[in-house]
């Protein structure tokens, strides 16, 4: 799964590489992105636009946001089928732009935090769904969700699924609303194919939404193992 990730790239190189018009956000550096906080996406409509959608996705059939579950992931094996995401799979794919996402690596007992991030530092592109949600007072919704998949070699050594990562050539696809065909659209997703990925410890601050500096992103040594014997004798 993906349940938080850090973007500290600029809006100026953001919208250089993934060609957007128009920007409607200043960003500034977050280094622990959480479900429920506010994420940017970029979004095909007339033309290409850097917005803001909050993370978790609320279907625009659902009666009331509040007493829904908001849906950080859809899994990519069933999201064009799922009565919650099919819609958005069809009329609502974006992007979410990230520097890195975190995971948790299961060792007995322990959950270790890990960074996962492209060796050379370039930004990522996690395939998103997006939908908006009206309210009585015609005032606007909008959230989204992150795809998961497959993982590849580096990020399967952590967990057994990933954030979709798309190619530059499948980014321009996913945005496309020309292309319908679910099939197609789900070949896209498909675990990382580039190799170049890096994962490292991390301090467990990162377990604090509110803890937001760059400091999370530095490695840190992995904690020793715990010792089940003396646990087990209470020592």
Request: charged residues 30%; hydrophobic residues 40%.
């Amino acid at each position: 799964m993906c349940g938080r990730f850090t973007l500290h790239h600029g809006t100026e190189e953001l919208t250089e590489r993934f060609a957007v018009e128009q920007s409607l956000l200043d960003l500034k550096p977050r280094y622990n992105i959480a479900p429920s906080q506010p994420v940017a996406a970029v979004i095909q409509r007339e033309s290409r636009v850097l917005a803001e959608l909050q993370w978790g996705l609320v279907p625009s059939w659902v009666r009331d946001p509040a007493e829904s579950s908001r849906m950080i992931n859809a899994r990519a094996e069933s999201a064009a089928t799922r009565p919650a995401f099919r819609n958005a799979f069809a009329r609502g794919r974006c992007l979410i732009p990230a520097s890195g996402w975190f995971e948790w690596r299961r060792r007995g007992r322990q959950r270790i935090p890990m960074l996962l991030r492209r060796r050379g530092g370039e930004p990522l592109a996690l395939a998103g769904l997006y939908e908006r949600w009206k309210r009585s007072d015609d005032a606007v919704l909008r959230t989204c969700a992150i795809l998961t998949t497959e993982p590849d070699e580096i990020a399967g050594s952590v967990h057994d699924r990933m954030p979709a990562v798309l190619t530059a050539e499948a980014c321009e696809a996913w945005l496309d609303r020309g292309i319908e065909d679910p099939e197609r659209l789900s070949r896209l997703l498909r675990p990382y194919p580039l190799g170049d990925l890096v994962a490292h410890p991390v301090s467990d601050r990162v377990n604090r939404p509110d803890e937001d500096d760059p400091a999370l992103l530095e490695e840190v040594e992995l904690p020793p193992p715990e010792d089940h014997g003396q646990l087990a004798l209470g020592l």
